[in-house]
């Protein structure tokens, strides 16, 4: 069964242009939601994460926008870099028990 | 401060062995995971421990199996190791009782041929 779902799978965008991933849930149990970024041979980095008390949070050109009532959370990269490129996963978690999202590679052209 | 560690980095094992892959987690923290990652999927959720004890597991098989140490350090055993059991291993660790941010390890690459 699976716990949160990520779209899309895949993502190709210029540089300078918004990124944005998307993912649903429907456990309303869930209060903790991250996003990670993993580079090729490295493990996965948090990037930034939100709570469901709040519907928006931003970390420099990194947003987090939260519908709780949705079910469903987004990451906006905005004026995305070649450097940005790499695989996001969202995640879900209620007390210690984490699932992520399947993954979604962004490349950013140059 | 210290991340999470993993050992070893690459491992190449043949159809039938046994591997065991370990972690350290960052100082203070007391919960390790372990997830799979096959190559270009997502992360598949192994086990999780805490304060020593096994407190959830992913849908795999008895075979793989894992316990936590006493200063928290972590390890996952495999056996009976199958060619599909050839992916990126990856631990991560949070603090006691916050619930909240895991960080992730570089990963163990094992290699079954």
């Known amino acids: 069964q699976q716990q949160v779902k990520q779209s899309p799978q895949s993502l190709i965008v210029q540089k300078g242009g918004i990124s944005i991933i998307n993912c649903a849930y429907e456990?309303?149990?869930?209060?903790?939601f991250p996003w990670y970024q993993q580079f090729p041979g490295k493990g996965p980095a948090l990037l930034i994460a939100?709570?469901?008390?709040?519907s928006e949070k931003k970390e420099g050109r990194f947003t987090i926008s939260f519908n709780k009532s949705a079910k469903q959370f987004s990451l906006h990269i905005m004026d995305s870099q070649p450097g940005d490129s790499a695989t996001y996963f969202c995640a879900v978690n209620n007390f210690n028990k984490f699932y992520f999202g399947s993954g979604t590679k962004l490349n950013v052209k140059p | 401060e210290a991340g999470v560690t993993q050992s070893p980095t690459h491992l190449i094992k043949t159809r039938g062995q046994q591997a065991t892959l370990r972690c350290s987690p960052i100082?203070?923290?007391?919960?390790v995971y372990w997830y799979q990652q096959a190559l270009g999927l997502g992360l598949q959720f192994l086990l999780w421990y805490d304060e020593g004890e096994e407190r959830n597991r992913g849908n795999f098989p008895p075979r793989f199996s894992g316990r936590q140490f006493p200063n928290y350090s972590s390890e996952l055993n495999v056996n009976a190791l199958e060619l599909e059991d050839s992916a990126l291993y990856l631990c991560?660790?949070?603090?006691?009782?916050?619930?909240?941010?895991?960080?992730f390890g570089q990963g163990t690459r094992l290699t079954v041929v």
């Open positions: 100082s203070g923290h007391t919960s």
């Open positions: 991560a660790s949070s603090r006691p009782r916050r619930n909240t941010e895991a960080f």
């Open positions: 456990n309303t149990a869930f209060d903790y």
């Open positions: 939100i709570r469901p008390d709040v």
